[in-house]
Structures are given as C-alpha cells and as structure tokens.
Nanobody, 123 residues
Framework: QVQPVESGGDSVQTGGSLRLSCLASGDTSSMKCMAWFREQPGKEREKVAHIYSDIGGTWYADSVKGRFTISQDDAKTTIYLQMTDLKPEDTAMYYC????????????????WGQGTQVTVSS
C-alpha cells in the first residue's frame, strides 16, 4: 500500500506560478511511477504528467507541455509539479497518484491516489 498526500494548491491569477507537492508513504519501494492528474467539473479526469521513479523519465500532456514540470526528490518519495504561466483553464482539483506496475505508468489506471489539492486560476 502507498499513500500519496498532496499539498500546495492555492488561488492565483492568470500568468502566475504554483508548485504542488506529493509525499508518498507506505511501501514506496514498490512504486514504479507517480503522476499528477486533474479533474474539472463536468470533465473527465486528465493525466497531466508522470515520472518514472527509477530513471526519472517524464511525460506531459500537450495542454501543459512547456509550462509544467514534474520532478522528484532524491529519496523518490516526493514528487513536485511546478506550474508556470497558469491559465484559467488550469483550474481543477489536482490529484497525485502512484503505481507499482510499470506497464500501467502510461495509462490512467493508477492504483494509489491522494485526496487532491485545489488550484484556482482567476483572470
């Protein structure tokens, strides 16, 4: 079992920046990857980015490429999402997720989820 806990959500203005953090506890040695997802009212959940725990390889959704950066700490138990040039359409609940099966890393089917942290971008 892995328990991700997010923090860092806030309200910012268009063009602003935020950094989200996610600390994973539990059986973190089993993690193959961690990811950030976001969910907006009335829309399907969207994966924003993921990072492989061992090699640090990353992937980004086209909607955030060039503006968001996912990273992890040396212990590989905390991941970050540095968000810049924020837009109103980035407003969402952001969820951190972890997965222990490498084949699922590129999917949306992650096994462990946090409770979410709200990001609101006003124009």
């Amino acid at each position: 079992q892995v328990q991700p806990v997010e923090s860092g959500g806030d309200s910012v203005q268009t063009g602003g920046s935020l950094r989200l953090s996610c600390l994973a506890s539990g059986d973190t040695s089993s993690m193959k990857c961690m990811a950030w997802f976001r969910e907006q009212p009335g829309k399907e959940r969207e994966k924003v980015a993921h990072i492989y725990s061992d090699i640090g390889g990353t992937w980004y959704a086209d909607s955030v490429k060039g503006r968001f950066t996912i990273s992890q700490d040396d212990a590989k138990t905390t991941i970050y999402l540095q968000m810049t040039d924020l837009k109103p359409e980035d407003t969402a609940m952001y969820y951190c997720a972890a997965e222990s099966k490498a084949l699922r890393c590129f999917t949306d089917n992650y096994g462990y989820w946090g409770q979410g942290t709200q990001v609101t971008v006003s124009s």
